[in-house]
């Protein structure tokens, strides 16, 4: 693939972005039909991390961060950059520098399937990162890569201008296409979920609650008092 850097995206409606960052990764995941979510080891950086916003993808070298300089200048306020290597890295791609350059220009956060370091600094910032590894290894700027194309980070597939929203559990995505959509599934959940949580509260069983009895009796549960 020729190395291209797109300058324009599409992007959802902000109040859908807000409204999804909001509801969490968790619920997102399961109102979309537990789909969209990127591998477990993509963790935050420091505890308390979130962000929702439109993807900014990045394809870059192993151990090289130039695409991530050349994003930074087409990212618009609230986008998140969504970065992955065209193999394997765990090398420390983002530090404290980059994420004062994402500060100045409105980034909202970083999902890199690769390493960052200065993390303490990254703390202190209180800017989101999401990455697969922490790593003092440091890299080049020669890989010419891509920017604003479709990507697959941490074994999920990202478009430009996807709904990303991390928190404590993680990362899903939410194509931009289905984003108001999934806000009404979400709100269904969350009515939903209000509801249930009210009942157990007041001491029903899970088991009543989503018809389990039937399931055990269908997998020949038996019940005995001895």
């Known amino acids: 693939m020729t190395p291209t850097i797109v300058r324009n995206i599409a992007r959802a409606a902000a109040a859908d972005i807000v409204r999804l960052g909001a509801a969490g990764v968790a619920t997102v995941h ?16 420091y505890t308390g991390a979130r962000v929702s916003g439109s993807a900014v993808t990045v394809l870059c070298g192993p151990g090289d961060n130039l695409m991530i300089h050349a994003a930074i200048a087409v990212a618009k306020a609230g986008d998140v950059l969504v970065v992955t290597t065209t193999s394997e890295s765990t090398d420390g ?3 404290e520098l980059l994420a004062q350059s994402c500060i100045a220009h409105g980034v909202a956060g970083l999902i890199i399937d690769a390493g960052v370091r200065d993390t303490a600094e990254l703390t202190e910032l209180r800017f989101p990162v999401w990455s697969k590894a922490v790593s003092a290894q440091g890299t080049s700027k020669t890989f010419a890569g891509s920017v604003n194309v479709p990507i ?14 991390g928190d404590a559990d993680g990362v899903v995505v939410v194509p931009r296409a289905a984003a ?3 806000v009404t599934a979400v709100d269904q959940r969350l009515s939903k979920e209000e509801r249930t949580r009210e009942r157990l509260k007041a001491g029903d069983f ?11 009796a269908e997998q020949g549960v038996v019940w005995r008092d001895e």
């Open 152 to 165: 697959v980070c941490a074994g999920t597939a990202v478009a430009p201008g996807d709904v990303i929203i």
């Open 30 to 45: 399961e109102a979309q039909g537990r789909t969209g979510l990127l591998r477990p080891y993509m963790r935050p950086v």
């Open 180 to 182: 108001q959509s999934v």
């Open 93 to 95: 791609m983002f530090g």
């Open 206 to 216: 899970g088991l009543d609650i989503y018809g389990l009895r039937d399931v055990l």
